[in-house]
T-cell receptor, first 124, second 111 residues
Framework: GAVVSQHPSRVICKSGTSVKIECRSL??????MFWYRQFPKQSLMLMAT?????????EQGVEKDKFLINHASLTLSTLTVTSAHPEDSSFYIC????????????????????FGPGTRLTVT | GQQLNQSPQSMFIQEGEDVSMNCTSS?????WLWYKQEPGEGPVLLIA?????ELTSNGRLTAQFGITRKDSFLNISASIPSDVGIYFC???????????FGEGTQLTVNP
């Protein structure tokens, strides 16, 4: 099956520093990757959509200069949290889109999203 | 924007019982997905539904894509302790587009 990895799994940083999180699709090429943030006991909130070779599309309310996204290859996207503050502490999860051909069809394909294991960011 | 209402928010059941949870939307989705998330991990895809009315099973899990395209349910039969986790529904407007997630259903299974 499609495997997505994230690195690091946990990071603690001081307020004002920057942190880079990597998202890799291990056994497939992903033209699109998504970055989510999840606060305790809440659902996943989409931050941005990352397409290989182009600028990321950010959701309303997400600061693009604070959350820098780079999708340099078909298997790697990075999220950099710049000048981190305690309120940025959260669980950051990426997903990558894998294309599947639907059973019994020569034409129909699906784009299933597979999620990474997440990165727990704590800003002190 | 689109909203997904997922219910119930939480369930406490005994091992062996069946479980049912559902999601409703204010607008149409062309794909419905069900994920399970365990503490400290990312969501894992359980079932994907692509056609209105579709009923799909994955082991003890069964999910259906509502004919109106605005709802979906997930059933778990004969629950076991390892079913514990948070279950999320997600809707997708078009293939490859963003997912909209429900609020999640926290499932607790007592042995």
């Amino acid at each position: 099956g499609a495997v997505v990895s994230q690195h690091p799994s946990r990071v603690i940083c001081k307020s004002g520093t920057s942190v880079k999180i990597e998202c890799r699709s291990l056994d497939f090429q992903a033209t699109t990757m998504f970055w989510y943030r999840q606060f305790p006991k809440q659902s996943l909130m989409l931050m941005a959509t990352s397409n290989e070779g182009s600028k990321a599309t950010y959701e309303q309310g997400v600061e693009k200069d604070k959350f820098l996204i780079n999708h340099a290859s078909l298997t790697l996207s990075t999220l950099t949290v710049t000048s981190a503050h305690p309120e940025d502490s959260s669980f950051y999860i990426c997903s990558a889109t894998s294309i599947h051909r639907l059973a019994g069809s020569l034409m129909d394909v699906s784009y299933e999203q597979y999620f990474g294991p997440g990165t727990r960011l704590t800003v002190t | 924007g689109q909203q997904l209402n997922q219910s119930p928010q939480s369930m406490f059941i005994q091992e062996g019982e069946d479980v049912s949870m559902n999601c409703t939307s204010s607008s149409i989705f062309n794909t419905w997905l069900w994920y399970k998330q365990e503490p400290g991990e990312g969501p894992v895809l359980l079932i994907a539904l692509y056609k209105a009315g579709e009923l799909t099973s994955n082991g003890r899990l069964t999910a259906q894509f509502g004919i109106t395209r605005k709802d979906s349910f997930l059933n778990i039969s004969a629950s076991i302790p390892s079913d514990v986790g948070i279950y999320f529904c997600a809707g997708q407007e078009t293939s490859g587009s963003r997912l909209t997630f429900g609020e999640g259903t926290q499932l607790t299974v007592n042995p």
